[in-house]
T-cell receptor
């Protein structure tokens, strides 16, 4: 079983919609959690960290549930430019373990 | 800061040939990661260096793969002989702090080396 699991999608949503991605991880000792964004044929880039108390950055909200080993990302008021693959990332030591990503396509 | 620099950006080679991928990590960051990305398997950690020493190479697929970090500003990933199943994007990454890879740190990726073995 892969350490980080995500629904691959694709999620096709209209502009302005709210969309949520979920992710589960298997290592209960994991300490740090992140969402990365990867555009087509580009490298992954950090979108935001995920804190136990939940955190928000503009239209993006990340939540962590340690008991359920579950991470979520909510995007409100989707923009065309949000179209990308969103990677759930878990740090269990020195290295980051990446999910395979969830593909989002925002349409006009 | 120039970020993580990788070369070549694209390489097409014939099966059996040697491939060498190069990486210049972020200056002053003494850790480095090599990842491989494919559609089927996603991003996989191949090897992690700290202070130029390989700490974890358990992700290296097989003996055909080798990696070195002769100094803090340069690393190579070599495949010899290459096979079509090695076709992937190979990313080099530096952690975001100079304290090396550790819990809490995120990483910056280079733009990747797109390898096709025919």
């Amino acid at each position: 079983r892969k350490e980080v699991e995500q629904d691959p999608g694709p999620f096709n949503v209209p502009e302005g919609a709210t969309v949520a991605f979920n992710c589960t991880y298997s290592n209960s000792a994991s300490q740090s959690f992140f969402w990365y964004r990867q555009d087509c044929r580009k490298e992954p880039k950090l979108l935001m960290s995920v804190y136990s108390s939940g955190n928000e950055d503009g239209r993006f909200t990340a939540q962590l549930n340690r008991a359920s080993q579950y991470i979520s990302l909510l995007i409100r008021d989707s923009k065309l430019s949000d179209s990308a693959t969103y990677l759930c990332v878990v740090n269990s030591g020195y290295a980051l373990n990446f999910g395979k990503g969830t593909s989002l396509l925002v349409t006009p | 800061d120039a970020g993580v620099i990788q070369s070549p950006r694209h390489e097409v080679t014939e099966m059996g040939q040697e491939v060498t991928l190069r990486c210049k990590p972020i200056s002053g960051h003494n850790s480095l990661f090599w990842y491989r990305q494919t559609m089927m398997r996603g991003l996989e950690l191949l090897i992690y260096f700290n202070n130029n020493v390989p700490i974890d190479d358990s992700g290296m697929p097989e003996d055909r793969f080798s990696a070195k970090m002769p100094n803090a500003s340069f690393s190579t990933l070599k495949i010899q002989p290459s096979e079509p199943r090695d076709s992937a994007v190979y990313f080099c990454a530096s952690p975001t702090s100079t304290g090396g890879g550790s819990s809490g740190n995120t990483i910056y990726f280079g733009e990747g080396s797109w390898l096709t073995v025919v």
